[in-house]
């Protein structure tokens, strides 16, 4: 099973809004509502963020939303901030035979 | 709080064997399909392995299949990852993670390192 394709990086400034996308197919993206989206600090844990393509857990702010279109899934951050400077990593049920979610291949969020 | 506490990561050689804990506390372990993925130094998040609730449905990545046996103790609320015949490539920070409900895992343990090496 391939890895969902995410941009390497993406920068913005404080305030502005950036979008991640993460493109797969129809086997997985495409196929189900099954998205979510993960932050990762270097050297920790990764957290939910968005579960569902666009939903946020209890505690997330509302700057951060997801939506689908086809095979691609994004993440966008609203209002952005330092603290938003991460590594995010989608995922994806996907009708694989073996295990049946696949991550992306992350992107690095930086803060200009 | 909901919790989940990885143990058991080091260093060993290849060809060796470790076992890797994850011991949940805050909710109703017993409750929940978990999984194990893990993350080489510098790279991406992989799936490694998955189990059902009872322990008799498991499934792996293609890359550990026959090497690695993923188990639970539901009366001892403690996820394991049995890793046999490990190689340079197994290397990577290994987490346990709860799904909630389809794809919505949450939440993630603190990672163990396991360094293969000669």
């Known amino acids: 099973q391939s890895a969902l394709t995410q941009p390497a990086s993406v920068s913005g400034s404080p305030g502005q809004s950036i979008t991640i996308s993460c493109t797969g197919t129809?086997?997985?993206?495409?196929?189900?509502?099954?998205v979510s989206w993960y932050q990762q600090y270097p050297g920790k844990a990764p957290k939910l963020m968005i579960y569902h393509v666009n939903n946020r857990p209890s505690g997330i702010s509302d700057r951060f939303s997801g939506s689908k279109s086809g095979n691609t899934a994004s993440l966008t951050i609203s209002g952005l901030q330092s603290e938003d400077e991460a590594d995010y990593y989608c995922s994806s049920y996907t009708n694989s035979i073996t295990l049946p979610y696949v991550f992306g291949t992350g992107t690095t969020v930086t803060v200009l | 709080e909901v919790q989940l506490v990885e143990s058991g990561g080091g260093l060993v050689q290849p060809g060796g064997s470790l076992r890797l804990s994850c011991v949940a506390s805050?909710?109703?372990?017993?409750?929940?399909?978990m999984y194990w993925v893990r993350q080489a130094p510098g790279k991406g998040l992989v799936w490694v392995s998955r189990?059902?609730?009872?322990?008799?449905?498991?499934t792996y990545a293609d890359s550990v299949e026959g090497r690695f046996t993923i188990s639970r103790d539901n009366a001892k609320n403690t996820l394991y990852l049995q890793m046999n015949s490990l190689r340079v490539d197994d290397t990577a920070v290994y987490y346990c993670?709860?799904?909630?409900?389809?794809?919505?895992?949450?939440?993630w343990g603190q990672g163990t390192l396991v360094i293969v090496s000669s």
């Open positions: 189990i059902n609730i009872d322990g008799s449905t498991t």
């Open positions: 129809s086997s997985d993206i495409g196929g189900y509502n099954y």
């Open positions: 993670t709860r799904d909630l409900a389809w794809g919505r895992f949450d939440p």
């Open positions: 805050g909710f109703t372990f017993s409750y929940n399909w």
